[in-house]
T-cell receptor, first 114, second 115 residues
Framework: DTGVSQDPRHKITKRGQNVTFRCDPI?????LYWYRQTLGQGPEFLTY????????KSRLLSDRFSAERPKGSFSTLEIQRTEQGDSAMYLC????????????FGPGTRLLVL | AQSVAQPEDQVNVAEGNPLTVKCTYS??????LFWYVQYPNRGLQFLLK??????LVKGSYGFEAEFNKSQTSFHLKKPSALVSDSALYFC?????????????FGTGTRLQVFP
C-alpha cells in the first residue's frame, strides 16, 4: 500500500492554457474521487468513478473540465481554457466500494492560474 | 440540502490540556461521519469515522469523537493535546444513497496548540 499519488504537485499556468493532472489510486481500490479545495474552504466534490465508469459529476464540473479513468486504474483531470477562478488545490481520493469505506486522499495538485 | 458546520474557525489550547473541535451536520437519512486532518500544503489524512454502533469512536493519534444523534453532532476530542496536533481539521458527512457517493466537508477548524 503506497498510498494515493498525484502528479504534478504544483502547476503554474497562464489563463487560457489547458492543464492535465494525474492521480494514481491505491491499487486495490475501485472507486476514485476528485475534489477541489480553495483557500479557507473545505474540499468540494467534483466527480467519482467506479472502475472506468464515471458515475457522478458535480455542477462545479463545468464543460471546461473533463475527467477520465480509461482502464479503471489511474485517472486524469483536464481543465481547458483555464481561468483565474480555477486556481485551487485539486485532491484525489480512492476507496473500496461501499459507503462505510474510507476515502484516502493524495497530496493534491496546487494549480495557480496567472 | 446536506451540510456540515464547524462553528469555530480556530481553537487554541495549551499543550497537555484536553481539546474539542466541534462539528454539527444537517442531512436527511442516517449519515456516516468522518474526521480528517490537513497539514500545510498536504492532502487530508483520515483520523476516524462513525458508521454504526458505539457512539464513541476511537481513531488515530489518540483522537476520539462522539456521535450524538439528537444533537446532530460529531465533536472531535483528545484528552491531552500535543504541539504536533496543530493543523487544520475537517469534519465530513456521507449519506448512503443510491446514485451518489461523496463526502460533504465543513469549512475546517484550525487547531493551535501552544507549548
Amino acid at each position: 500500500d503506497t498510498g494515493v499519488s498525484q502528479d504534478p504537485r504544483h502547476k503554474i499556468t497562464k489563463r487560457g492554457q489547458n492543464v492535465t493532472f494525474r492521480c494514481d489510486p491505491i491499487s486495490e481500490h475501485n472507486r476514485l474521487y476528485w475534489y477541489r479545495q480553495t483557500l479557507g474552504q473545505g474540499p468540494e466534490f467534483l466527480t467519482y468513478f467506479q472502475n472506468e465508469a464515471q458515475l457522478e459529476k458535480s455542477r462545479l464540473l463545468s464543460d471546461r473540465f473533463s475527467a477520465e479513468r480509461p482502464k479503471g486504474s489511474f485517472s486524469t483531470l483536464e481543465i481547458q481554457r483555464t481561468e483565474q477562478g480555477d486556481s485551487a488545490m485539486y485532491l484525489c481520493a480512492s476507496s473500496l466500494q461501499g459507503f462505510q469505506e474510507t476515502q484516502y486522499f493524495g497530496p493534491g495538485t496546487r494549480l495557480l492560474v496567472l | 440540502a446536506q451540510s456540515v458546520a464547524q462553528p469555530e474557525d480556530q481553537v487554541n489550547v495549551a499543550e497537555g490540556n484536553p481539546l474539542t473541535v466541534k462539528c454539527t451536520y444537517s442531512v436527511s437519512g442516517n449519515p456516516y461521519l468522518f474526521w480528517y486532518v490537513q497539514y500545510p500544503n498536504r492532502g487530508l489524512q483520515f483520523l476516524l469515522k462513525y458508521i454504526t454502533g458505539d457512539n464513541l469512536v476511537k481513531g488515530s493519534y489518540g483522537f476520539e469523537a462522539e456521535f450524538n444523534k439528537s444533537q446532530t453532532s460529531f465533536h472531535l476530542k483528545k484528552p491531552s493535546a500535543l504541539v504536533s496536533d496543530s493543523a487544520l481539521y475537517f469534519c465530513a458527512v456521507r449519506v448512503p444513497r443510491r446514485g451518489t457517493d461523496k463526502l460533504i466537508f465543513g469549512t475546517g477548524t484550525r487547531l493551535q496548540v501552544f507549548p
